[in-house]
T-cell receptor, first 114, second 113 residues
Framework: ETGVTQSPTHLIKTRGQQVTLRCSSQ?????VSWYQQALGQGPQFIFQ???????GRGNFPPRFSGLQFPNYSSELNVNALELDDSALYLC?????????????FGPGTRLTVT | KQEVTQIPAALSVPEGENLVLNCSFT??????LQWFRQDPGKGLTSLLL?????REQTSGRLNASLDKSSGRSTLYIAASQPGDSATYLC????????????FGAGTQVVVTP
């Protein structure tokens, strides 16, 4: 069984640029959530997708957007990057519905904005 | 709004000692509580998930207890090893049993040989 994978591992961008992060959920999981983790803090919820529809959003501006594809993989897009967007971005998948509650995380993408 | 707190923020113990990590939450109407381990710069590894109907959950040297009425969970790690050095986070979901996770800031553990 393949776990949650994320790409790329590391990324360096300049302020004002746009970035796309990718996540492949664990086999059989139809729910994907994205989190931002600043250094020394717990992860903060960005948004969740369930069967290709957004299913909840945290306190992040609209320049953070996402997609979930029919195979349940997902993308996180961030426009007009700011220095404060530098963080570890984590993707988590879960079976959703009656399939179970446990959420499984990927290794993360480290984004540095200069 | 659910708030999750972990105390202490950091902990250092000699190898062989038992570890006790605390997690508290403000809203006792939780579906479940999940404990994670995070190595520096890495993703989160799920350790244990306790359903709201359970009092405790065990896996190997790890035991997690849950007291909903007092808004507390405790993670015990028996006979600590240097490989247990990591940050441990607890999280509870909001808006559904597999919904948005509200995390504590974590407890950074160092086990010295």
């Amino acid at each position: 069984e393949t776990g949650v994978t994320q790409s790329p591992t590391h990324l360096i961008k300049t302020r004002g640029q746009q970035v796309t992060l990718r996540c492949s959920s664990q086999s059989g999981h139809n729910t994907v959530s994205w989190y931002q983790q600043a250094l020394g803090q717990g992860p903060q919820f960005i948004f969740q997708y369930y069967r290709e529809e957004e299913n909840g959003r945290g306190n992040f501006p609209p320049r953070f957007s996402g997609l979930q594809f029919p195979n349940y993989s997902s993308e996180l897009n961030v426009n007009a990057l700011e220095l404060d967007d530098s963080a570890l971005y984590l993707c988590a998948s879960s079976p959703g519905g009656s399939g179970g509650d446990e959420q499984y995380f990927g290794p993360g993408t480290r984004l540095t904005v200069t | 709004k659910q708030e999750v707190t972990q105390i202490p923020a950091a902990l250092s113990v000699p190898e062989g000692e038992n570890l006790v990590l605390n997690c508290s939450f403000t809203d006792s109407a939780i579906y479940n509580l999940q404990w994670f381990r995070q190595d520096p710069g890495k993703g989160l590894t799920s350790l244990l998930l306790i359903q709201s109907s359970q009092r405790e959950q065990t896996s190997g040297r790890l035991n997690a207890s849950l007291d909903k009425s007092s808004g507390r969970s405790t993670l015990y790690i028996a006979a600590s090893q240097p490989g247990d050095s990591a940050t441990y986070l607890c999280a509870v979901p909001e808006g559904g049993s597999w919904g948005k996770l509200q995390f504590g800031a974590g407890t950074q553990v160092v086990v010295t040989p």
